[in-house]
């Protein structure tokens, strides 16, 4: 497609159950990156993957959190044990080489 | 880390009115500074950049200006428009490329009638 895309663009789980977010980033483009984004909050970032280059896990909040981008480009962002604090927009982005981020429309996780 | 800073948080003006929005950043190294606009249900985009080697950058009714000496960074949109009210971030970065960016907390924008 044209843009990054995101899914589920909504998703409620309870408390403890485990969610998977997915994101399609725009093709040819190298890096990847995760945000978070708390009600009226700013954007918080989370993690990125550079082309084959170990990503960058320096704003995962917890162990509970992992993310994976397979074959360069299909990424999931995974919430182990998940609690009502993780309740968030979480967008993704991806930008080409010379960078320039393409942000998606965002997955608004509710945890109750 | 890098650690940036928007004020306000909050700003209303009449149509035709001019906005501010000013930015600090606390890491040398960031040496670029991006801007984006959100509205309602849609993710950020992109509205305008700076480089650390330009002082100043216009495109239309939006400027952004740089003081690298002391921190800080400033959005200016001058003849502001009902479709400009949205949220805007501003961003800062060790490089243009591909690197992650530090935002800001946002500042909602509500341009009045």
């Known amino acids: 497609g044209a843009g990054v895309s995101q899914s589920p663009s909504n998703k409620v789980t309870e408390k403890g159950k485990d969610v998977e977010l997915r994101c399609d980033p725009i093709s040819g483009h190298t890096a990847l990156y995760w945000y978070r984004q708390s009600l009226g909050q700013g954007l918080e970032f989370l993690i990125y993957?550079?082309?084959?280059?170990?990503?960058?896990k320096s704003g995962l909040p917890s162990d509970r959190f992992s993310a994976e981008r397979t074959g360069g480009s299909v990424s999931t962002l995974t919430i182990q044990r998940t609690q009502q604090e993780d309740s968030a927009v979480y967008l993704c982005?991806?930008?080409?080489?010379?960078?320039?981020?393409?942000f998606g429309s965002g997955t608004r996780l509710t945890v109750v | 880390g890098e650690n940036v800073e928007q004020h306000p948080s909050t700003l209303s003006v009449q149509e035709g009115d001019s906005a501010v929005i000013k930015c600090t950043y606390s890491?040398?190294?960031?040496?670029?500074f991006p801007w984006y606009k959100q509205e309602l249900g849609k993710g950020p985009q992109l509205i305008i950049d700076?480089?650390?080697?330009?002082g100043e950058k216009k495109d239309q009714r939006i400027a952004v200006t740089l003081n690298k000496t002391a921190k800080h960074f400033s959005l200016h949109i001058t003849e502001t428009q009902p479709e400009d009210s949205a949220v805007y971030f501003c961003a800062a970065s060790q490089t243009s490329g591909t690197y992650k960016y530090i935002f800001g907390t946002g500042t909602r924008l509500k341009v009045l009638a």
């Open positions: 993957f550079q082309g084959n280059s170990a990503p960058d």
């Open positions: 700076i480089r650390s080697n330009v």
């Open positions: 982005a991806s930008s080409p080489a010379q960078g320039g981020y393409t």
């Open positions: 890491d040398s190294a960031s040496n670029y």
